[in-house]
């Protein structure tokens, strides 16, 4: 494994690959290798000794780090300042089963947002500039420092999430929020999953900010829960916890659960702590309309055993489970793609992505223009090759 | 001549002019294929009004299908495409050239779908920003993007431009609002990027498209996120004998934890205009007065506004006030929202739109007003003071060519300070061709090739807005 010291010799390293057209495996600490298609590089490069917070204005809700930062560093700092990550970067090693610490440049990369994406936006929205060696081993910069940039095409978004195919990050920008005073947690029991997707739309659909609606089913004789939380000043989550329990009253009683239930509560539910084992069984991540949420599992469900939590207030369906050398591809693929949505498969052995699809298969359009583009980025092909899509 | 220049026409498109309109008509018919020349003239120029150009023709499509069928036959033919909505833009987004056909959307104007368990509305692109608003208040929703331009604005020009607004500082810009879109490529094919759920597959293709100002493709529809509205909603004023003290005071508020809906900024020259066009009360004799606007129930309220309160005093307010009722509340924001309006009652100007680190912000005002005594010209500001979104409007007599050529330099030396400081040329208005030829102080040569290199994906031939974004210099296709 290559770990370059600074961003002069990681541009080197991507260079001196792409003139020899070696293919490159990008990681940070590679907690979150079992993310996309296994590759078949000879060549690790790592963004690990690329460390340290570049830029922190608390007062300007921003921040810089190099890639390779951790982020526990990063979270303890900005602690420090009473603010955060509002999107809630999510921990794979649970359900991955992998050790490591996790980066910075990871966060940005594959686009992690956990349950309060809903109010707060994805990382790609909290993500407002990057520094990155295109495949070609060219520094580019994109956005800034400032949130609101419109000069030229936003590669920022683009390159979020783009998993290291198309350019290696160096460096990335967040803007971060305030921390909350405090946070409170509504508990419902015993809905189905289609009750507590209408509970979850008229939490979402009311005037009480609520930043996180996840429910997990019934399974195993213990009966459903449906969860809604709510932070911000003392005063306020009180007013709204009364409030939204009011609201909710058609559904049944509401527990309340207090600041520090509520906060590793919600933990669990941002890293699906529920699902992660056994590490042999497939898992998918669904992305539907909210209210499509309970036909896919229904699907997934008359196919297989499966297990699942619903996030995001039934827009985002982890389900465990998917027998066979397809791991339900074809099943979950066939149930989103008569709602419309995408589904990932997130975990399963190297065999079965390699036979099938991790990510939903694109149009003919999109692919050809996802094609183009990954050539203008990496024209040697040389970075992450295939770990999104073949020949990508 | 204006500064910014633009590339000579294409004579063999001019030649060939009357067999392109009968081609435009033979796909949609005689009626909605503009060709007199008073009636193109009514789309020579948009809200940068010192440029006019009258196009070839103008084409008003009904459907994505006919947008297809245009842009396939335009692009066969060789044609340049202008995409436009409501012609709102400020950095002259939407000007024509006159080898150019624009392609308006002014009749793709429906609501498709309202759905408010998923918290989604599907519109056409060509609707206003205002109307989604207006369809969905009824039921408390609202969609959050709101441009000042906002009542003849469209989403199809605020997806071009990534536009923001006031209350973006809570609620983010569009690309953070838009979920989903359908595009019309250049060759004609028609694709559905994103949807009406949360994140798409694969790469960010929508993000990539939202702010690539109609030079990628034609968007004909939308899905974009509705919002429940907060309980309540209430703007105060605050007024400062320095712009240090008001910018330091937004620094403390945001410090202190809380992000107001709002933080709107005005000078003393924005203030009097404004205030004398819409009787906002606003105080005349500060020189910085900040809209802070905060949300949620009355105790929410009065509790945010207390904490606000107790951070402002140690910056010395000369005026705390908070709106006191409904009427109140619209006057101030009606100052606010018409201020670009009411500022062109009393004359020219040119409307800039830098951002920069709100840290920076007495040191870039101070500067800003010198740069444009510098050139003998009086300069307003009025701006989004929470993300450091700046509109210095520069008073010219558009009259006086010399007096426009100085107003364009002093803006352009606005820019450059603003990204020299660490911000960026424009927040919320886009490139167009006001920005043009200022991409190379923001952005290196690799970084602009790489740019055009995604430009020349999605279009080749460079008929798609090309004159806009990058200069004209150092292009793969000769512009």
Request: charged share 20%; with cysteine; hydrophobic share 45%.
């Amino acid at each position: 494994m290559l770990t370059p010291a600074d961003e002069p010799h990681l541009a080197a390293v991507v260079a001196d690959a792409a003139a020899r057209k070696a293919p490159l495996a990008i990681a940070g600490s590679g907690t979150r290798s079992g993310l996309g298609r296994p590759m078949q590089t000879a060549t690790t490069v790592s963004t690990l000794l690329l460390t340290g917070v570049t830029l922190y204005e608390p007062a300007e809700l921003v921040l810089s780090a190099r890639a390779g930062t951790p982020l526990r560093e990063i979270e303890t700092l900005l602690a420090g300042n009473r603010q955060r990550l509002a999107f809630e970067p999510m921990d794979h090693r649970g359900i991955y089963g992998s050790s490591g610490t996790p980066t910075i440049g990871a966060v940005a990369a594959a686009n992690l947002s956990g349950p309060r994406r809903i109010q707060a936006g994805a990382a790609r929205d909290n993500l407002i500039g990057l520094r990155a060696i295109t495949g070609d081993g060219k520094v580019i910069k994109a956005g800034g420092r400032v949130t609101k940039n419109v000069a030229g095409y936003d590669l920022v978004k683009f390159l979020a999430g783009s998993l290291g195919t198309l350019a290696v990050l160096s460096e990335v920008t967040f803007k971060v929020q305030p921390e909350p005073e405090t946070e409170a947690t509504l508990a419902i029991t015993g809905l189905a999953d289609k009750q507590a997707i209408a509970a979850m739309a008229a939490a979402l659909g009311s005037p009480y900010s609520v930043t996180g609606a996840a429910h997990a089913p019934a399974d195993e004789g213990e009966p459903g829960r449906t969860y809604f939380r709510l932070d911000g000043f003392e005063a306020s989550v009180a007013h709204r916890v009364d409030s939204l329990r009011a609201a909710l009253s058609d559904f049944g009683p509401a527990d309340l659960l207090g600041p520090a239930t509520s906060a590793s509560l919600w933990l669990t539910i941002l890293d699906v702590d529920g699902l992660s084992a056994p590490l042999g069984t497939p898992i998918w991540r669904v992305s539907v309309r909210p209210g499509d949420g309970p036909q896919v599992v229904a699907a997934a469900q008359a196919a297989f055993p499966a297990r699942v939590l619903y996030d995001w207030g039934g827009g985002l369906v982890w389900i465990a489970g998917g027998e066979g050398s397809d791991a339900g591809a074809a099943v979950i693929r066939a149930a989103v793609g008569a709602v419309g949505g995408h589904a990932t498969l997130v975990r399963a052995a190297d065999a079965v992505r390699n036979a099938v699809e991790v990510f939903e298969p694109l149009a003919p359009p999109l692919m050809d223009l996802t094609r183009k583009l990954k050539a203008t980025f990496d024209p040697a092909g040389i970075l992450n090759p295939g770990r999104m899509y073949a020949g990508v | 001549m204006s500064a910014v220049a633009m590339p000579p026409p294409d004579l063999t498109i001019l030649a060939r002019r009357s067999e392109i309109i009968v081609g435009l008509r033979e796909i949609l018919g005689g009626l909605h294929v503009i060709e007199s020349e008073d009636e193109r003239r009514a789309y020579e120029t948009d809200a940068l009004t010192a440029y006019r150009v009258i196009p070839l023709a103008v084409v008003l499509p009904g459907s994505t299908e006919e947008v297809a069928s245009v842009l396939k036959y335009l692009a066969g033919a060789g044609v340049k495409v202008v995409a436009r909505g409501a012609g709102t833009s400020l950095s002259g987004g939407a000007l024509p050239s006159q080898d150019c056909v624009v392609v308006g959307l002014a009749r793709l104007n429906r609501i498709l779908a309202i759905d408010y368990e998923n918290r989604v509305a599907r519109v056409e692109a060509g609707v206003t920003n205002i109307n989604i608003t207006n369809a969905v208040s009824g039921c408390g929703f609202f969609y959050a993007p709101d441009p000042s331009s906002q009542l003849a604005c469209t989403i199809a020009g605020n997806i071009a431009m990534n536009s923001g607004g006031a209350h973006c500082l809570k609620y983010g810009v569009t690309t953070n609002n838009v979920l989903g879109v359908r595009m019309v490529l250049i060759d004609g094919t028609v694709i559905d990027l994103g949807g009406a759920h949360l994140d798409a597959p694969g790469l960010d293709l929508l993000g990539l498209v939202v702010g690539s100002e109609g030079q990628f493709g034609i968007v004909t529809e939308a899905t974009v996120r509705i919002l429940r509205a907060a309980e309540g909603a209430r703007p105060m004023l605050m007024g400062f004998d320095s712009p240090a003290d008001a910018g330091a005071c937004v620094a403390a508020i945001i410090a202190s934890g809380i992000i107001p809906v709002a933080i709107e900024y005005m000078d003393r020259p924005a203030i009097k205009v404004c205030e004398a066009f819409a009787k906002a009360g606003y105080p005349l004799d500060v020189e910085a007065l900040l809209i802070v606007e905060v949300e949620g129930s009355e105790a929410e309220i009065v509790d945010l506004i207390a904490r606000i309160r107790r951070t402002a005093e140690a910056f010395h307010p000369r005026v705390m006030r908070v709106s006191r009722s409904e009427a109140e509340s619209a006057a101030i924001w009606k100052g606010r929202k018409a201020a670009f309006g009411a500022m062109g009652r009393i004359a020219d100007y040119l409307c800039m739109d830098g951002v920069i680190p709100t840290g920076r912000l007495p040191e870039v005002l101070t500067r800003v007003g010198e740069i444009c005594a510098g050139h003998g010209l009086a300069v307003a500001n009025i701006f989004h003071a929470g993300d450091g979104n700046l509109h210095p409007l520069i008073l010219f007599n558009a009259n006086d060519e010399d007096e426009l050529r100085k107003a364009e330099t002093a803006g352009a030396e606005i820019l450059k300070l603003c990204v020299e400081v660490g911000g960026c040329l424009t927040g919320e208005h886009g490139v167009g061709i006001e920005k043009r030829d200022l991409m190379p102080f923001q952005f290196s040569p690799a970084e602009l090739a790489l740019q055009m290199q995604i430009k020349n994906v999605f279009d080749p031939a460079w008929l798609l807005n090309p004159a806009k974004v990058f200069p004209l210099e150092g292009r793969p296709v000769v512009a």
